[in-house]
């Protein structure tokens, strides 16, 4: 049988009081059902801090880029302030979208009727309105959504009533600061849509358990999954270490504070709801995902280098493409079969290899299960 909200939501209630080493993978409705999807897109994608990408995608002043989430148009500009803003991307007059794609501009024209905004959301003119009785430009600024910079990531909060963000992931900063996560420098962002649901590319890319499996001449030679362990969480991010292979040549430039240990593995962690993150010694990989639709997910997703590197190489980039590719294949494959009625399923693997995905249950029943009122 399909899914009811209800069973998933209860499903989400017990897992609460489930040991890590007892727990069982979701039904699949928690992947696939409409209805849960809508749950998420209210109460936690525009409730919640959601990560858009790297601050400095926006460098200069009037550098942009566009994005959508959860069918929110959003217009990220850093100002002539230098502030970095996250303004709405509809038109105060009729609706329209105002900038698309990414650039730089000194103001933001709309394409209809060409009122036109300043990079900090002020409105500077308005064609033919000055002959409209008592119309002043000062009432139609665009809104500016709340924002938090943690780490280099830009994160916004729709409805601007979330608690601070850092303090409640600040346990996590001991695990990375030698990674000198805020400094590193943005080399590219692309965006992508993946035909799987958000939860499954979050839970893929923070769990070792396929690495050897899904790859097999990339990953498994670098960092196998007999090699992960599985750091606990506190309700507000996952994280797991994912070792080299001894086998594996030592390649620098280090961060200057990183230690052997360090040097030996890639951090990988995840800020709930939506960025996992891969702290390597020599780059840092991002993913920030959203639901496009229950099936499907928008991913704006990039690398980062060390202000002392030479920046993102093509063969970093390929790897990762490579990489992209292959687990894309297996979220694609998977999204199939989680619209099975039929499937009752399995425990989840050891915690150094699935425990990630434990501790994401538990934030998204914090937000979402049954015992939970959602008003
Ligand atoms: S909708 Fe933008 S100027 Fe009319
Ligand atoms: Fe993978």
Redesign the pocket.
Known sequence: MKNSVGEIRDALSAIKSTPIDEARVMPAGYYSSEQFAELEAEYVFRKDWVCLGRADEVAEPGDFYTTDLVGEQLLVTRGKDNAVRVLSNV??????M?AEGRGRKSRFS??????TYGLEGQLVG?PHMSKVKGFDTACYRLPTFKTEIWEGFLFVNLDGEAEALAPRISDVLPFIKNYDVAERVHGFTEQATWQTNWKCLAENFMEGYHLDVTHPKTLRPLTPTGLCEHVPSNGYFNAYYSYYDPKYPERGPFPPKLTDKEKRCSFMFGVFPNLVVAAAPGILIFLCLTPNTKDSVNIRWGMSALPQSEGITDEQREFMNQINAEDKSKLETLQKGLQSRYLDPGPLAKPDLEGTIYDMYQYMAKQLASDVDLG
């Open positions: 038109c105060r007059h009729r609706g329209n105002i709309c394409a209809y009727h060409a009122w308005a």
